[in-house]
């Protein structure tokens, strides 16, 4: 994005990596007056929020995410923290929010009304369209405590445990909590219909549902795009770290692509910059923050240095439910049929059945592809947004959930994802049939082993950092004893989706890294916030 700085160049602060929350972290730093150098090494900034040419000219495709949800009660947008109105964010919230239709020919759709929605849960069964409600009440009560909880560091605040044992309805928020979602799901659900779509709701973290401590995942998904839809910044996912980007140029900064980091400059225990591929070399007054992904970190300086326990922790690091992508060019959206017409949404998905969701996991355990009655998520970004294709035209994209370590290897990938993404797109067609091979103009398809390929980040497979599991939540994450973003070797701090909270857009490990920086600089990020710059 800029030229290459010169000798005398100097910089406070050298970021390795330009996902969004690196992004998020130094612009909360420029704002602070610290000047920035930002280090990625595609051609592109944004890491999983980035939007770009995949198929042919003009179609804009998300590269890997495409709602933010999260971000939306985020102090960074919620209290316009950063102002990224000023540098072209915009976000859309469509209506209708998702569509799920069934094997059997009936469906549900959810509405940004959620008096629409309970009535789409009520053909199936009264009772469950009001325990939706109630899941939806229970859940905003109660929200506001866990929000504050992942924008607050660890060690920065009461831990979510004590804070729920002082809250009224804390007590049963710590039991479910604890629960898998499905255990959630089927308790308040009666109706198959209504249990798989659920399901599919909880799922899209990919976190498996019977997982134990993933039943907060059976509210929060849901509630979330029940209060903010699948929203979309206009100009797709990218449009977010572009604006942070143009923030951190606005205070000074410099941001560098196609620069691939590979060594930490470590001088006397402390790290004072990085070294990159190409045999340039960085150095930073005040410290280093990246956001490579801690497998990839360990390897960048000598191994004694990060002390046996942070060792041992990204050595036991599990990577977690992963994807399988393909994206398309088409001249039709996806097109459903519902009572006295048909509709055309943002983003749809499959669930056959509940048990089709809980073969997941069992799937990845068993390193075996499964494409019968395969769950999908199905998002066309156009039809909410037509900047996002030639007019007339979208892009499409059907998203699977696959492992990536086969029985047979990664690699094995290359010889079988165009099977796959054919069985996803002919399973797709029977609740589509419109999207037939005369309407698809172009398409790439991305397996596990691609979005690794693609992205580093990914290591094997996830967008999300790795597995958001017991083991590896809260202050298990990324390593027991270093949660609070500051690494074993002076001078170097971490962000990401390794670190807590974990993945998704939702800016909350780049702010905790911007708070806890702050501080170790002799400052707050609420004294920065109020700063008139």
């Known amino acids: 994005m800029a030229q290459e700085p010169a000798k005398s160049d100097r910089f406070d602060i050298v970021v390795a990596g330009a996902g969004h929350n690196s992004l998020v972290a130094a612009a909360y730093l420029a704002k602070a ?31 890997c995410s495409s709602a933010h949800v999260l971000i939306q009660d985020s102090p960074i947008l919620r209290n316009d923290e950063l102002k990224l109105g000023d540098y072209g964010l915009e976000y859309i919230f469509p209506d209708p929010v998702v569509h799920i239709p069934f094997p059997d020919g009936s469906y549900i759709t959810q509405w940004r009304d959620v008096e629409r929605t309970c009535a789409e849960f009520a053909k199936f069964s009264k009772k469950d369209a009001v325990a939706y409600r109630r899941m939806i009440t229970d859940y905003e009560a109660i929200k506001p405590l866990f929000d504050s909880t992942a924008y607050t560091p660890i060690g920065f605040g009461k831990p979510l445990n004590e804070r729920l ?17 499905w255990e959630i799901i089927r308790g308040n659900f009666e109706d198959d219909h209504c249990r798989a779509f659920m399901l599919w709701m909880a799922l899209q973290t990919v976190v498996p549902p019977e997982e134990p401590m993933s039943g907060r995942l059976a509210y929060s998904l849901v509630y979330g795009r029940q ?4 929203t979309a910044p206009k100009g797709g996912s990218g449009a977010l770290t572009q604006a942070l980007g143009k923030l951190i140029e606005a205070h000074g900064g410099v941001i560098l692509t196609e620069k691939t980091v ?10 004072l910059g990085v070294e990159c591929l190409d045999g340039s070399s960085y150095r930073a007054e005040k410290a280093v923050l990246s956001t490579m992904h801690i497998k990839h970190l360990v390897e960048m300086a000598p191994r004694e240095l990060w002390g046996q326990d942070f060792i041992d922790g990204v050595d036991t690091w599990q990577a977690g439910g992963t994807l399988f992508v393909t994206h398309y060019a088409t001249s039709e959206p996806p ?42 998520l199905i998002v066309c970004s156009s039809v909410a947004d037509p900047t996002r294709a030639p007019a007339g035209k979208h892009v499409v994209k059907i998203i699977g959930f696959q492992p990536y370590d086969l029985k047979e290897g990664p690699r094995h990938w290359d010889e079988i994802k165009q099977q796959v993404s054919t069985a996803n797109l002919n399973y797709l067609r029977r609740f589509s049939p419109n999207l037939t091979d005369d309407k698809i103009l172009a398409h790439v398809v991305e397996s596990p082993f691609d979005l690794e390929r693609m992205n580093p980040h990914n290591w094997h497979g996830s967008c999300h950092g790795g597995a958001q599991n017991p083991a590896q939540s809260g202050a298990m994450r990324p390593v027991p004893g270093w949660a609070q973003h500051r690494m074993p070797i002076t001078g170097l701090y971490q962000t990401g989706a390794t670190t807590y909270p974990g993945g998704s857009v939702s800016g909350a490990p780049g702010r ?5 920086m702050l501080k170790d600089f002799g400052t707050t990020i609420e004294d920065v916030i109020q700063k008139k710059n």
């Not at 809250?167 to 928020?173: D, L, N, S, T, V």
């Open 262 to 271: 590979h060594r930490l400059i470590v001088e006397g225990g402390k790290c």
């Open 165 to 181: 044992a002082a809250h009224p309805q804390g007590k049963i928020w710590q039991r479910r909590i604890a629960m898998s979602a």
């Open 512 to 516: 905790n890294a911007a708070t806890v």
């Open 227 to 230: 209060r903010w839809s699948w």
């Open 33 to 63: 007056g610290y000047r920035c150098l930002v280090l990625e090494h595609r051609p592109l900034i944004g890491g999983g929020a980035a939007t770009g040419a995949m198929t042919l000219p003009g179609f804009l495709h998300d590269t």
């Open 335 to 376: 097109t459903f049929a519902v009572a006295g017409g048909s509709i055309s949404p943002i983003a749809a998905g499959t669930m056959a059945t509940p048990e089709r969701a809980l073969r997941m996991g069992y799937d990845y355990a068993r390193r075996a592809v499964n494409v019968e009655d395969p769950s999908l």
